[in-house]
């Protein structure tokens, strides 16, 4: 088993030493330092404090996250905890890739990614009611990337280069309109007549000649009818559009209105992005003990293949705006990941972190870790929204209210 691990150790530090000196060979490990955004400004690294010392300062959310993650009883076992059904024998059942939204003090909006299935949850009746599904027409969710709500409007950005909208001044949201793109579009921040997302531009079609360009921006300022009124914030600068989207596709963009702040993070680069409202970058923070992941890329006839590393490794799976001046950042932790052919498969460890972010006084706090599992076991995500936390345990949804 050393012999194994020191085998390991050797290829991961040859693949680095490729990546930074030569690409002679054609291998490159990815994040690459000098094709990340904004790479020629140092970051500034934070400081974790600890979220017990402090919980009086979170909202209320928060304090039970904290209650839930620090206690044994994972506070199943609280006096107000709801299954969320419809019925006794219509329990509503999710996968593992949800987004959750209160719309206001008695409703839910729950968007299940991989069934692009669009979910209304009454908390006062202990109901729910389908409000979109699968499909292509007006109103169906396809390639669902980011639940957003805002000012009882809902909004789905989807990987086909549209965002549907809902309003929700009814008791029941409905479909209201389509909003076109040029851009997949991956995680959405709407303001009063505009929305603020992270889209990636189309390639390989008649309008992009040059699939290699890397002078794009990666947030787009649109209003309601689809029109681009401010891009920023460079993309991965790497030629291939894959590898690109491997990077970038998995970030976040929340705006914080009252403080004239943009906060931008990424599930596999370990950095805070703050920018102004027109899109200027403040300031850059690091998450400290952040592991970094490497994919391997290797240029080929006719394009690239590319493979995770195995190691441990930190990624951020979420953040969520909680309100004027809080940011929750979800990080999922693996440790000591091997892979031991098709019939054993992996070994390690995972778990996820919590932890909460002063947008005002731009200070980290860690609220807790969940319990920690073997790699392939099924891990419960927990989603603050201002009723109190909604725990997804197997797409097995319980409500705890504050």
Same mark, same amino acid.
């Given at each position: 088993?050393?012999?194994d691990?020191?085998? *390991?150790?050797i290829s991961?530090?040859?693949l680095?030493s490729?990546?930074?000196?030569?690409n002679t060979s054609g291998v490159?490990l990815h994040?690459?330092?000098k094709k990340?955004p904004?790479s020629?400004?140092?970051?500034?690294?934070?400081?974790?404090q600890?979220?017990?010392g402090?919980?009086?300062k979170?909202p209320e959310?928060?304090q039970?996250?904290y209650t839930i993650?620090?206690d044994?009883?994972? #506070?199943?076992h609280?006096?107000?905890?709801i299954?969320l059904?419809? #019925?006794?024998?219509? $329990?509503l059942?999710? @996968?593992g890739?949800i987004?959750v939204?209160?719309v206001?003090?008695?409703?839910l909006?729950?968007?299940?990614?991989?069934?692009?299935?669009?979910?209304?949850?009454?908390v006062k009746?202990?109901?729910?009611?389908?409000?979109?599904n699968?499909?292509r027409?007006?109103?169906d969710?396809?390639?669902?990337?980011?639940?957003?709500?805002?000012d009882?409007?809902a909004?789905? #950005?989807?990987? *086909?280069?549209?965002?549907?909208? &809902?309003?929700?001044?009814?008791?029941?949201?409905e479909?209201a309109?389509t909003i076109? $793109?040029? &851009?997949n579009?991956y995680s959405?921040?709407?303001?009063?007549?505009h929305?603020?997302?992270?889209?990636?531009s189309?390639?390989?079609g008649e309008?992009?000649p040059?699939?290699s360009? @890397?002078d794009?921006?990666?947030?787009h300022?649109?209003?309601?009818?689809?029109?681009?009124?401010?891009? &920023?914030?460079p993309i991965?600068?790497?030629?291939?559009?894959l590898i690109?989207?491997?990077?970038?596709?998995?970030?976040?963009v929340r705006?914080?209105?009252?403080?004239n702040?943009?906060?931008?993070?990424?599930a596999?680069f370990?950095?805070l992005? *703050?920018?102004?409202?027109?899109?200027k970058?403040?300031?850059i923070?690091e998450?400290?003990?952040?592991i970094?992941?490497?994919?391997?890329?290797?240029?080929r006839a006719g394009?690239?293949s590319?493979?995770s590393?195995?190691?441990?490794?930190s @990624?951020?799976?979420?953040?969520?705006?909680?309100?004027?001046r809080?940011?929750?950042l979800?990080l999922?932790?693996v440790r000591?990941?091997?892979?031991h052919g098709m019939?054993?498969?992996?070994t390690g460890?995972?778990?996820?972190?919590?932890?909460? &972010?002063?947008v005002?006084e731009? $200070?980290?706090?860690k609220?807790?870790?969940? @319990?920690?599992?073997p790699?392939?076991e099924s891990?419960?995500?927990l989603?603050?929204?201002d009723?109190?936390v *909604?725990?997804?345990?197997n797409?097995l949804l319980?409500l705890l209210?504050?």
């Amino acid at each position: 088993m050393l012999k194994d691990k020191i085998l *390991v150790f050797i290829s991961i530090c040859l693949l680095i030493s490729c990546a930074r000196e030569s690409n002679t060979s054609g291998v490159t490990l990815h994040p690459v330092p000098k094709k990340m955004p904004y790479s020629n400004i140092e970051a500034e690294m934070l400081q974790v404090q600890d979220g017990g010392g402090s919980i009086d300062k979170f909202p209320e959310s928060v304090q039970l996250l904290y209650t839930i993650l620090n206690d044994e009883s994972d #506070g199943l076992h609280h006096s107000e905890t709801i299954l969320l059904a419809s #019925g006794v024998n219509d $329990t509503l059942l999710t @996968t593992g890739d949800i987004d959750v939204s209160s719309v206001n003090d008695s409703s839910l909006l729950i968007l299940d990614k991989r069934t692009n299935r669009l979910i209304q949850y009454d908390v006062k009746e202990n109901k729910y009611h389908d409000i979109a599904n699968q499909g292509r027409g007006p109103g169906d969710l396809d390639f669902s990337r980011e639940l957003s709500v805002f000012d009882n409007k809902a909004f789905i #950005g989807m990987g *086909v280069f549209q965002i549907s909208m &809902f309003t929700c001044h009814n008791e029941l949201c409905e479909y209201a309109k389509t909003i076109n $793109t040029d &851009f997949n579009n991956y995680s959405l921040a709407p303001g009063d007549g505009h929305i603020k997302f992270l889209g990636i531009s189309r390639f390989g079609g008649e309008d992009d000649p040059d699939p290699s360009n @890397t002078d794009q921006n990666l947030i787009h300022k649109i209003n309601y009818d689809g029109e681009v009124q401010q891009s &920023f914030f460079p993309i991965y600068r790497d030629r291939s559009p894959l590898i690109r989207e491997a990077m970038n596709s998995r970030g976040r963009v929340r705006l914080f209105p009252e403080l004239n702040v943009i906060v931008v993070a990424f599930a596999v680069f370990p950095y805070l992005y *703050v920018h102004d409202a027109e899109g200027k970058l403040t300031d850059i923070y690091e998450l400290p003990d952040f592991i970094q992941k490497y994919y391997e890329s290797e240029k080929r006839a006719g394009g690239y293949s590319s493979r995770s590393i195995y190691a441990s490794n930190s @990624t951020i799976s979420h953040s969520s705006q909680l309100n004027e001046r809080w940011l929750l950042l979800r990080l999922r932790e693996v440790r000591d990941l091997e892979f031991h052919g098709m019939e054993e498969g992996f070994t390690g460890t995972q778990w996820f972190s919590y932890y909460s &972010f002063d947008v005002a006084e731009k $200070t980290l706090y860690k609220i807790g870790d969940d @319990t920690i599992k073997p790699v392939g076991e099924s891990q419960r995500v927990l989603h603050v929204v201002d009723q109190g936390v *909604v725990i997804n345990e197997n797409g097995l949804l319980y409500l705890l209210l504050n």
